[in-house]
């Protein structure tokens, strides 16, 4: 079972990035989560530039959805959405009419923010909707993070906020597992 975690943030010592950080690292037997880092080097998304041969940054991020079972996202809001470099990926993202795109995907989200990003999620469930992806509610959650439960290495030290991480992660897979995306 493999998941590919999505950060929504540019900053380096982002609590979402911990997170998902965090999720990489506690995770159930025979699950692999896999950071996605290629947030910074996407182009804008141009529907003139959605065609053969992709940006490589395009192409890479594709291939690695097609690569997992599932996505694990977890992301900040800025002015009450979507921070417009994650909406990006969503964007780029959407365009990828390919077998196991994030069509029919399972999908879900950690909540790192202390009050809670609802927009950011609201506007998260709009677009993933246009996607038809599968959004697993039971392993949506919201885990909030405060600056000083991130350790030196960029992981959550909390052992409770890792406990729920974790279950969120076991829930995403468990789902996963039982709807496999690979079947067509």
Known sequence: MKILAICGSLQAKSKN??????AAGFVPQGVEVRLFDGLRDL???????DVEPLAPPVASLRLQVRQVDALLFSTPEYAGALPGSFKNVLDWLIGDGQPRSIYDKPVAWINASQREAAHAHESLRLVLSYAHADIVEAACTHVPVRTADIGEDGRVTDALIRDQVADAIAKLASYASLHDSSVP
Do not use: G, Y
């Open 17 to 22: 990035l911990a997170l998902l950080a965090t």
């Open 43 to 49: 182009p804008h998304f141009d529907p003139d530039e």
